[in-house]
């Protein structure tokens, strides 16, 4: 007993680690992305034809770390994956070791990807459908905390989203999942896709249309990528197979 709660202990004390670099880069990056937020904000806002308002004194440092947060969190990303990669690894062999570290850097370029499919194609659609809305008949009037609100519901989703495919080929190549089981749960996968997107954009149908479609190709294209790890797979096992009965032929006796 007493070895299994030191072996537990220690393997606390590895979590806690792990969990500390995590927090100290996302901190760090939070610090200089704070820094430098006034010429991303000017960014983010220069097509905008208005300013701007702020109905409190608290809600622009609101608005600022909520801009710094996202970076931080894109550039966490790959550091909390190796993190945990680092943490897991003496329970993977080899072969899931390089597996497992293979995916990491593709975490960080697919969520840039997302946040950039989000941002500079379904938030435009969505707020220009939404201000055609009102022309002529209302007078747009925008907060800030409002405004980029409104941004990050339907940018930083995607950033998330957009790593279900990587997800899904590297859950098929330790063999947990399968494109079987990804085409027998279609259905479902499909209503939960359309509640989420229900969820994180704006209460209208043609902002939950913009955001399904590109939810279901993104599930279309994971059950595609399984296939092609799955096949794959099964030829890597098929070939050990082969050479290991090699292997007991040459060693048994003439």
């Known amino acids: 007993m007493k070895a299994e709660e030191m072996y537990f202990v220690e393997h606390l004390g590895e979590l806690r680690k792990r969990i500390i670099i995590t927090l100290a880069v996302f901190i760090t990056v939070l610090s200089v992305s704070f ?27 609101w608005v600022y ?4 947060g996202v970076i931080a969190i ?6 909390a994956a190796h993190q945990t990669w680092m943490f897991i690894k003496p329970a993977l062999s080899k072969r899931e070791q390089k597996v497992t570290l293979s995916y990491i850097p593709a975490l960080f370029f697919l969520f840039l990807l997302g946040l950039s499919f989000g941002y500079f194609i379904v938030y435009p659609m969505v707020l220009n459908f939404l201000l055609g809305l009102s022309e002529g008949h209302f ?5 800030s905390e409002k405004y980029f609100k409104f941004m990050m519901n339907l940018t930083l ?23 079987q089981v990804l085409t027998k749960a279609r259905k479902v996968s499909y209503f939960g896709l359309v509640v989420v997107a229900v969820l994180i954009t704006p209460p209208d149908l043609v902002s939950d249309f913009l955001v399904v479609i590109p939810l279901l190709v993104l599930y279309e294209i994971s059950i595609m990528l399984s296939r092609v790890v799955y096949k794959k797979k099964l030829v890597k096992e098929q070939l050990a197979m082969e050479e290991e009965n090699k292997v007991v032929q040459m060693r048994r006796p003439s």
């Open 35 to 61: 820094f430098y937020v006034q010429p991303i904000y000017d960014w983010l806002i220069r097509d905008l034809d208005q300013q701007l308002a702020v109905l409190g004194p608290s809600e622009i440092l």
């Open 65 to 68: 770390f909520m801009i710094s």
């Open 74 to 79: 894109a550039f966490t990303i790959p550091v």
């Open 139 to 143: 007078q747009t009037f925008f907060t």
């Open 157 to 179: 989703p995607f950033g998330f989203l957009f790593e279900i495919p990587l997800v899904v080929m590297f859950l098929t190549s330790l063999g947990i999942l399968n494109p």
